[in-house]
């Protein structure tokens, strides 16, 4: 274990170095928010609940773990291409050690990105007298997001494995993009029927949904009627469907991550 852990030191070493991490994965986030309340501000109060905290903050942190799924395929795939891994690959450690040595700073890192979410929804929410959620729904907030970032620090780790430093991020910017239009982190996608269905296959919009339900958030208002009363968004809905499917795809990213890069490690040192 004490190689595991100067591994994964050697990882986060060489993340933080890299001032990238500070502006997408933390800054960034942060900037949508001060953004967005920027557009709200602007906005006829009541017609726009998606931009609300409840509601945005879930998007703004899944949004922000694809962001660190960027960073880590950029990691995986350099030590990959400055062959560090295929002289690390004769030392005794196990391909599952190798993963652990990536995943606990990719995880770290996912950790600071959830409380800088959730702290800015509160300073948010505080400012614009909103409010957000009490203390026991953020640290539930917190736990349903847990599977979301393992995700994509996953997927980060199977792309740096296939791909080189130049075609990893082109991959991982569709599922950047993919978090924010698919996952409906800021788009009514909720009143566009067939759409949103096919959405809550996806893990993006699962997370989202489900944050969503621990906040507390409303839907986007089509009319009158529900402006008045807005619908929140309920677990009995489709919560049980959407969890489901949510750790199952947190199961398979994990699983084809492992499977690949062992696969992998071992062509390389054959």
Same mark, same amino acid.
């Given at each position: 274990m004490k190689k595991v852990l100067l591994f994964a030191k050697r990882n986060l070493t060489e993340m933080i170095r890299d001032p990238l991490l500070y502006i997408f994965c933390l800054g960034f986030p942060v900037m949508m928010v001060a953004m967005f309340?920027?557009?709200?501000?602007?906005?006829?109060? +009541?017609?726009? $609940?998606?931009?609300?905290?409840? &509601?945005?903050?879930? +998007?703004?942190?899944?949004?922000?773990?694809?962001?660190?799924?960027?960073? =880590?395929?950029?990691?995986? =795939?350099?030590?990959?291409?400055?062959? @560090?891994?295929?002289?690390?690959?004769? &030392? $005794?450690?196990?391909?599952?050690? #190798?993963?652990? *040595?990536?995943?606990?700073? @990719? *995880?770290?890192?996912?950790?600071?990105?959830? %409380?800088?979410? %959730?702290? &800015?929804?509160?300073? &948010?929410?505080?400012?614009?007298?909103? *409010?957000?959620?009490? #203390?026991?729904?953020?640290?539930?907030?917190?736990?349903?997001?847990?599977?979301?970032?393992?995700?994509?620090?996953?997927?980060?780790?199977?792309? +740096?494995?296939?791909?080189?430093?130049? !075609?990893?991020?082109? %991959?991982?910017?569709?599922?950047? =993009?993919? !978090?924010?239009i698919i996952g409906g982190a800021w788009m009514p996608i909720d009143k566009m029927g067939g759409f949103e269905t096919a959405c809550g296959y996806l893990p993006f919009y699962e997370s989202i949904y489900l944050g969503r339900c621990i906040t507390g958030a409303t839907h986007t208002p089509t009319d009158l009627e529900s402006i008045m009363n807005p619908a929140v968004y309920s677990f009995a809905d489709r919560g049980v469907l959407y969890l489901c499917l949510y750790l199952a795809y947190m199961i398979l990213a994990v699983s084809l991550s492992l499977f690949v890069f062992t696969r992998k490690m071992k062509s390389d040192i054959n």
């Amino acid at each position: 274990m004490k190689k595991v852990l100067l591994f994964a030191k050697r990882n986060l070493t060489e993340m933080i170095r890299d001032p990238l991490l500070y502006i997408f994965c933390l800054g960034f986030p942060v900037m949508m928010v001060a953004m967005f309340n920027i557009i709200l501000h602007y906005t006829p109060d +009541g017609e726009t $609940p998606i931009f609300y905290e409840k &509601s945005l903050t879930p +998007g703004i942190m899944v949004f922000g773990f694809s962001l660190l799924m960027l960073m =880590s395929s950029l990691l995986v =795939s350099k030590d990959r291409q400055s062959a @560090f891994l295929k002289r690390l690959f004769s &030392s $005794p450690l196990k391909p599952y050690q #190798f993963i652990l *040595g990536y995943l606990l700073p @990719f *995880g770290l890192i996912g950790i600071v990105q959830m %409380i800088v979410g %959730i702290a &800015s929804g509160y300073i &948010s929410g505080a400012i614009s007298g909103r *409010g957000f959620v009490d #203390f026991g729904s953020a640290c539930l907030l917190f736990l349903e997001m847990l599977p979301m970032m393992i995700i994509n620090c996953a997927l980060g780790m199977l792309f +740096g494995t296939l791909l080189n430093d130049k !075609s990893s991020p082109a %991959i991982c910017s569709i599922f950047v =993009s993919a !978090s924010g239009i698919i996952g409906g982190a800021w788009m009514p996608i909720d009143k566009m029927g067939g759409f949103e269905t096919a959405c809550g296959y996806l893990p993006f919009y699962e997370s989202i949904y489900l944050g969503r339900c621990i906040t507390g958030a409303t839907h986007t208002p089509t009319d009158l009627e529900s402006i008045m009363n807005p619908a929140v968004y309920s677990f009995a809905d489709r919560g049980v469907l959407y969890l489901c499917l949510y750790l199952a795809y947190m199961i398979l990213a994990v699983s084809l991550s492992l499977f690949v890069f062992t696969r992998k490690m071992k062509s390389d040192i054959n």
